[in-house]
């Protein structure tokens, strides 16, 4: 019969201190890679809300029935940094001054830069032809003065924003919120996420 080799305790000391020493570089390593992670995520969300997409919430009537009251919102804030906004975008701006803080707005624009724009009985003029294509015209018009009834030509940065029901919208024609500046516009409605069954890109 052979003889057994005793083991070495000193080399299966060694051996298991090892292990340990790499288990632990190991965990280290996972910590680090979990923690790189996290910051690459944050930064990410950071940079989506701030620069990408944010939530807002529909208030009030004024753009019924394309949004109402309550609708939960993802807004485009990165296209615009590409592209200026188009006739029909739904875009969000800051409204006048109410109680110390400026509301955001949300309206479809329908004057562009340098054009000529004329309400006549709930009729939209550009350029004094009517706006065949405004299927979101205003179905009964408002007798109130309003800063179009005369032809009112836009500036090279100024946009004619209107609700889409114009009978109850606060907006262009009214002289408190007038022509919206390209530089206030902040984004664009993209995608209604709430509620769900209303889910989808928004036009």
């Known amino acids: 019969m052979g003889r057994r080799t005793k083991k070495n305790p000193e080399v299966t000391l060694g051996r298991r201190q090892r292990r340990r020493k790499e288990q632990r570089r190991k965990n280290v390593r996972e910590i680090i890679s979990t923690i790189l992670y996290l910051a690459i995520l944050c930064a990410a969300v950071y940079f989506i809300l701030h620069y990408v997409g ?5 208030r009030g009537d004024s753009m019924d029935t394309t949004l109402s009251d309550g609708q939960n919102l993802i807004m485009d804030k990165l296209s615009y940094h590409f592209r200026d906004p188009e006739r029909y975008d739904i875009v969000i701006f800051p409204g006048p001054e109410e109680y110390g803080e400026h509301p955001y707005y949300i309206k479809r624009v329908i004057g562009l830069p340098g054009e000529t724009v004329q309400i006549k009985k709930g009729k939209v003029y550009i350029n004094g032809k009517k706006l065949k294509s405004d299927i979101y015209g205003i179905t ?37 919120v007038g022509p919206v500046q390209r530089s206030e516009i902040i984004g664009k409605v993209w995608i209604r996420i709430w509620p769900l069954t209303k889910f989808g890109k928004v036009s």
């Open 54 to 58: 944010q939530r807002t919430v529909v």
């Open 140 to 176: 009964k018009y408002i007798d109130e003065p309003g800063i179009a009834e005369e032809p009112l030509e836009l500036g090279k940065d100024e946009y004619f924003c209107l609700g889409d029901n114009r009978p109850v919208s606060y907006d262009s024609r009214y002289e408190e």
